[in-house]
T-cell receptor
């Protein structure tokens, strides 16, 4: 079974530029998450999708961050305009269903963003 | 407000000895706890979990203990191996909150040969 695919692996941009990250979850996984991991901290949830609907985006800075999962499969996360404090690893995760089991909750390798 | 805390940023142990990683939480609604292991340039990988109805779960060299009254859990690795060197994250979830995970800050474990 292929894992969660993310691209690009690395991105360096100047502040105030825009950037987009892409995630392709494991086939058939209904639930998709985007997490932000700042260096030295644990991952923090930004947004959760169930199929193509948003379940929780309470921690997404909506003035600059946006995310979509139009067909309920792959997803993009966008930052516009970027700030220095957005430098982090952006992790995508997916799992099969929406119930209580954490079986199959799988992370991608992440995109490391550096804003200069 | 940090709901899940790992107060030791790093831990160094000798190969063959026990590694004990600790985690504290504040949200009494958390009812499921997980440990993830992370190598550099990779995403976190699931290691072991425990439901709040249990106080111990064991899987090979890894055992997780949960003390609900103290809101504390720990991960024991016995015996520790050099390949266990990684960053370990404690995570917690509440079943009434969409199963999103709240992570601690991580503990870097170094197992010396």
């Amino acid at each position: 079974e292929a894992g969660v695919a993310q691209s690009p692996r690395y991105k360096i941009i100047e502040k105030r530029q825009s950037v987009a990250f892409w995630c392709n979850p494991i086939s058939g996984h209904a639930t998709l998450y985007w997490y932000q991991q700042i260096l030295g901290q644990g991952p923090k949830l930004l947004i959760q999708f169930q199929n193509n609907g948003v379940v929780d985006d309470s921690q997404l800075p909506k003035d600059r961050f946006s995310a979509e999962r139009l067909k309920g499969v792959d997803s993009t996360l966008k930052i516009q305009p970027a700030k220095l404090e957005d430098s982090a690893v952006y992790l995508c995760a997916s799992r099969p269903g929406t119930g209580g089991s954490y079986d199959g909750y799988t992370f991608g390798s992440g995109t490391r963003l550096t804003v200069v | 407000d940090q709901q899940v805390k790992q107060n030791s940023p790093s831990l160094s142990v000798q190969e063959g000895r026990i590694s004990i990683l600790n985690c504290d939480y504040t949200n009494s609604m958390f009812d499921y706890f997980l440990w993830y292991k992370k190598y550099p340039a990779e995403g976190p990988t699931f290691l072991i979990s425990i439901s709040s109805i249990k106080d111990k779960n064991e899987d090979g060299r890894f055992t997780v203990f949960l003390n609900k009254s103290a809101k504390h859990l720990s991960l024991h690795i016995v015996p520790s191996q050099p390949g266990d060197s990684a960053v370990y994250f404690c995570a917690a979830s509440a079943s009434n909150a969409g199963n999103m995970l709240t992570f601690g800050g991580g503990t870097r474990l170094m197992v010396k040969p």
